[in-house]
């Protein structure tokens, strides 16, 4: 496993949804701003495929980030300036999952 960096883009508004294509089986280690963008470092094997995009959720502090029928996983907080971002993974459909048993 190795450690990588990924984009999450330049903050706002309040509440937006990134799509990053990781490796399978990739974990989301945390988040920070370098400069004006956010940025995600997960331990990934660089040997494994690629997946689909995974979904990151980020909003600003007290802007809702839940969905009807979907789970999200914290993945850290960034701070700029005066602002404070919150990046959630986006990680099951839970009714599709009650739906396939």
């Known amino acids: 496993m ?27 280690l945390s988040v920070g701003m370098q400069g004006n963008e956010l940025v995600l470092w997960a331990a990934v094997d660089p040997d494994d495929q690629f997946a689909w995009p995974e979904v990151f959720v980020i909003v600003g502090t007290g802007v809702p980030y839940s969905q009807p029928g979907w789970e999200f996983q914290f993945v850290g907080t960034a701070h700029q300036e005066q602002y404070v971002w919150h990046v959630f993974h986006k990680v099951a459909d839970v009714m599709l999952d009650t739906q396939a048993g």
């Open 2 to 28: 190795k450690v990588y960096k990924y984009s999450l883009g330049e903050p706002g508004p309040y509440h937006y949804e990134q799509g990053i294509r990781l490796p399978t089986g990739a974990k989301p």
